[in-house]
């Protein structure tokens, strides 16, 4: 018996650290062939992918990092825009380069990276997954340029899964809550009073298990699922991976 994903092709952005490198980790354990790229950090473990360095946020080279995947892999079957970034962008405070850096990495890089795999995937059908969140959704008063960032992806998501379902590629957008790096870093701005807040909310707020999820056994079956054949009936959709904190319906 075969492995879920067998022989899936699979390329993953920003698939150095955190939610990328866990969806590295998962996928190809599940069969999967799969590509990560990275930027400026390089993979902790190289094992599990063929790598390439790519800036998502330049055109040129997302598209090119597209193209030797494909030749890589002889197609593409799923895209997995994991690469992005966290900044602090407090509303009264805020400038060009924050307000630049904060679309660049985060929207203008699903841009990218998205058109280059539909150009791959039209003519067979495909899945896309992009990493939306729930500040896009609820807004932030202490990163608003990261939230209006990702309230960007989730529209473009919407957008791009209407107009290329007809060509059987689906485009769909996950809002985690999760430990990575990232997170790490959101933590290391904040006083040791307020972290000890945060975690009396998380354990009040998150009703699975009381604090942010595990990337690999909480996102990874996640990213299987989407990746796969089973998921081919679902396009448009902004899913939330966080034990409840923020649900989207509500």
């Known amino acids: 018996m075969g492995t879920p994903l067998e022989n899936r092709r699979i390329l993953v952005t920003g698939a150095a ?5 866990a969806a590295v980790q ?3 354990a599940a069969g999967a062939r799969v590509v990560g790229t990275f930027h400026n950090t390089e993979p902790a473990s190289r094992s599990g ?3 390439i360095r790519c800036d998502a946020t330049d055109q040129q080279a997302a ?9 890589e892999l002889g197609g593409l079957d799923v895209l997995i825009h994991a ?3 966290w900044q602090l962008g407090v509303p009264g405070q805020l400038d060009a380069e924050n307000i630049r850096n904060m ?9 990218f990276t998205n058109q280059a795999a539909y150009a791959a995937m039209k003519e067979s059908g495909g899945q896309i997954i992009n990493f939306g969140s729930s500040e896009g959704v609820i807004g932030s008063p202490v990163s608003a340029t990261y939230a209006a960032a990702k309230a960007a992806v989730h529209a473009w998501t919407r957008s791009v899964a209407t107009l290329w379902g007809p060509d059987g590629v689906t485009v769909n957008a996950l809002a985690p809550a999760v430990q990575t790096p990232g997170a790490e870093r959101r933590w290391g701005t904040m006083s040791p009073n307020a972290i000890e807040q945060m975690n009396q909310h998380l354990k009040s707020a998150i009703p699975i298990g009381g604090k ?6 909480d996102l990874g079956p996640v990213l299987m699922f989407l990746s796969s054949d089973a998921a081919k009936f679902i396009t448009g959709q902004l899913l939330a991976v ?3 904190l923020r649900m989207m319906g509500a």
């Open 63 to 71: 598209e090119q990092a597209v193209a030797e995947s494909v030749a």
């Open 103 to 111: 679309v660049e990495v985060n929207f203008s890089s699903t841009v």
């Open 26 to 28: 998962v996928l190809s």
């Open 212 to 217: 942010l999820g595990d990337p690999v056994k």
């Open 83 to 85: 690469a992005g970034s």
């Open 17 to 21: 650290t955190g939610i990328g490198a």
């Open 49 to 51: 992918a063929s790598w």
């Open 242 to 244: 966080d034990g409840g």
